[in-house]
């Protein structure tokens, strides 16, 4: 559904569903916050989130959106690298011959199935590509 | 579209889309007109539109999220239209054109000989325009072949049915439903769509400036000879 510490799903949409003529202004800081999940990467914390999935058995979720993706592929991550000023390029080393390499990431979240999402978003919001790794299988 | 015919129960159209917003977007004033006339409504989307590159502006969704997020956002649009009822073939987002197609289509007939709707309306199987669109017309055309019921049309955008001989058309094979009366719905169906819409500045503008970016007219092509009654 959708994460958030401080309220349920259900809730999260009816506060900002209201009020169409104000939509655009968020009621206040503490509503914006919970509403806004995903943050811009911060390389070292993203570094250290890589670092927990390697060594392990990791599926993958992963798409350049208007190109492709790929749903739950698992794999075996020996090596996790993240590269670049902003946007970022990450790039995945598995099952001893393997690279998955994908750039453009400018967001990053641990949501609360302790999936890491990583998300490039263009100006307007719009997603450009996306790369998520979980120790379950994503929703298929 | 809908005549008044010698029945006593309440006229029904079925309508089956793609993706959340293709009800609204496209054809919301024609749903929302005959809704206030007292025609059954019943939406069908085959995926929840989880897939999608419009994420909020700034984005506040994620692909894990934006499933539910879009679902709630279809049934309030589906409250403003008058919709009454909602479901989903929960088909994974992009990936109509590859479901077993005698599955999809049986899926689709069942629901046409339960409800035994008046009017179907759903997208032209090539001028559908996204890949999941074509399919889901597809299919539900060979599902209204199979079920004989009703009467069915092609949703078109915009008003690019008033050259109908570009598509293969004459005009007689079009009909245009005059939803003026009808756009405040529309509107408010679009901005309840939120996370697709608020990419749109004319969308949130002053109610009287947004609304002028509607056409009064929503164009349907014929997908069956009309019946005579």
């Given at each position: 559904m959708i994460p958030c510490a401080c309220v349920s799903p259900i809730s999260v949409y009816s506060v900002y569903n209201i009020g169409i003529d104000v939509?655009?202004?968020?009621?206040n800081e503490d509503e914006k916050d919970c509403i806004e999940e995903m943050k811009p990467i911060e390389k070292k914390q993203v570094e250290k989130m890589l670092s927990q999935f390697v060594g392990a058995k990791v599926y993958v979720h992963s798409e350049a959106t208007s190109y492709m993706f790929a749903r739950n592929f698992r794999i075996d991550l020996t090596e996790a690298f993240i590269a670049g000023d902003g946007p970022y390029r990450v790039a995945l080393r598995y099952d001893g011959h393997g690279w998955l390499r994908i750039e453009g990431l400018t967001h990053a979240e641990l949501d609360d199935q302790e999936r890491l999402l990583l998300e490039g978003f263009d100006?307007?919001?719009?997603?450009d590509v996306a790369l998520h790794l979980g120790k379950e299988p994503f929703p298929e | 579209m809908i005549n008044d015919k010698m029945e006593h129960r309440p006229q029904r159209l079925l309508a089956v889309f793609a993706h959340p917003d293709d009800e609204t977007f496209i054809c919301g004033g024609t749903l929302a007109k005959y809704a206030a006339e007292g025609v059954e409504i019943t939406l069908v989307s085959?995926?929840?539109?989880?897939?999608?590159?419009?994420?909020?502006?700034?984005?506040?969704?994620n692909r894990e999220t934006i499933a539910a997020a879009r679902e709630i956002e279809l049934r309030q649009a589906c409250d403003h239209l008058g919709v009454n009822e909602l479901q989903f073939l929960d088909i994974r987002d992009k990936t109509v054109e590859f479901m077993d197609e005698e599955w999809l289509v049986g899926q689709i007939e069942h629901l046409i000989t339960e409800l035994r709707p008046d009017v179907i309306l759903t997208f032209h199987e090539t001028l559908g325009g996204h890949p999941d669109h074509c399919a889901i017309g597809k299919a539900t055309t060979e599902a209204f072949r199979r079920a004989g019921q009703g009467e069915l049309y092609f949703i078109s955008f915009g008003d690019r049915m008033l050259q109908p001989e570009r598509y293969g058309?004459?005009?007689?094979d079009i009909v245009a439903v005059d939803v003026q009366d009808h756009l405040a719905a529309k509107l408010a169906a679009f901005r309840a769509h939120r996370c697709q819409s608020e990419i749109d500045a004319w969308v949130w503008q002053r109610d009287d400036k947004a609304l002028r970016h509607f056409g009064r007219y929503e164009y349907f092509i014929r997908g069956s000879q009309p019946q005579v009654s």
């Amino acid at each position: 559904m959708i994460p958030c510490a401080c309220v349920s799903p259900i809730s999260v949409y009816s506060v900002y569903n209201i009020g169409i003529d104000v939509l655009n202004d968020f009621q206040n800081e503490d509503e914006k916050d919970c509403i806004e999940e995903m943050k811009p990467i911060e390389k070292k914390q993203v570094e250290k989130m890589l670092s927990q999935f390697v060594g392990a058995k990791v599926y993958v979720h992963s798409e350049a959106t208007s190109y492709m993706f790929a749903r739950n592929f698992r794999i075996d991550l020996t090596e996790a690298f993240i590269a670049g000023d902003g946007p970022y390029r990450v790039a995945l080393r598995y099952d001893g011959h393997g690279w998955l390499r994908i750039e453009g990431l400018t967001h990053a979240e641990l949501d609360d199935q302790e999936r890491l999402l990583l998300e490039g978003f263009d100006d307007q919001g719009r997603m450009d590509v996306a790369l998520h790794l979980g120790k379950e299988p994503f929703p298929e | 579209m809908i005549n008044d015919k010698m029945e006593h129960r309440p006229q029904r159209l079925l309508a089956v889309f793609a993706h959340p917003d293709d009800e609204t977007f496209i054809c919301g004033g024609t749903l929302a007109k005959y809704a206030a006339e007292g025609v059954e409504i019943t939406l069908v989307s085959a995926t929840r539109g989880e897939m999608g590159r419009r994420m909020g502006n700034p984005p506040y969704l994620n692909r894990e999220t934006i499933a539910a997020a879009r679902e709630i956002e279809l049934r309030q649009a589906c409250d403003h239209l008058g919709v009454n009822e909602l479901q989903f073939l929960d088909i994974r987002d992009k990936t109509v054109e590859f479901m077993d197609e005698e599955w999809l289509v049986g899926q689709i007939e069942h629901l046409i000989t339960e409800l035994r709707p008046d009017v179907i309306l759903t997208f032209h199987e090539t001028l559908g325009g996204h890949p999941d669109h074509c399919a889901i017309g597809k299919a539900t055309t060979e599902a209204f072949r199979r079920a004989g019921q009703g009467e069915l049309y092609f949703i078109s955008f915009g008003d690019r049915m008033l050259q109908p001989e570009r598509y293969g058309y004459t005009a007689q094979d079009i009909v245009a439903v005059d939803v003026q009366d009808h756009l405040a719905a529309k509107l408010a169906a679009f901005r309840a769509h939120r996370c697709q819409s608020e990419i749109d500045a004319w969308v949130w503008q002053r109610d009287d400036k947004a609304l002028r970016h509607f056409g009064r007219y929503e164009y349907f092509i014929r997908g069956s000879q009309p019946q005579v009654s």
